[in-house]
Nanobody, 120 residues
């Protein structure tokens, strides 16, 4: 019913930039919030950035000043602009959406993940 498709991952050198995109589609009535989480090998999945329907944003302390989350409501798409990348940013990045379906059912949906690798 609802699908999240991520794109934009890849390999970059330290100090470089990447932009991740996540498009939500399907039987969506409204989206309360969309965000990006990441999980590195041996570590717990953590919130990277979150944006609400009111455009409030939240960032992990480790990415503040370097990453920017934004959205295009008309396209149900969220972006994560990642600048000044560090090797410790290497992880699988997952898109997440907290939404209301067309039948007014609350749903938390996850994308399949996008690999981001930062070389030193």
């Amino acid at each position: 019913q609802v699908q999240l498709v991520e794109s934009g991952g890849g390999l970059v050198q330290a100090g470089g930039s990447l932009r991740l995109s996540c498009a939500a589609s399907g039987n969506i009535f409204s989206i309360n919030a969309m965000g990006w989480y990441r999980q590195a090998p041996g570590k717990q999945r953590e919130l990277v950035a979150l944006i609400t329907s009111g455009s409030s944003t939240t960032y992990a302390e480790s990415v503040k000043g370097r990453f920017t989350i934004s959205r295009d409501s008309a396209k149900n798409t969220v972006y994560l602009q990642m600048n000044s990348l560090k090797p410790e940013d290497t992880a699988v990045y997952y898109c997440n959406a907290d939404l209301l379906t067309s039948t007014r059912t609350l749903l938390v949906q996850w994308g399949k993940g996008a690999q981001v690798t930062v070389s030193s």
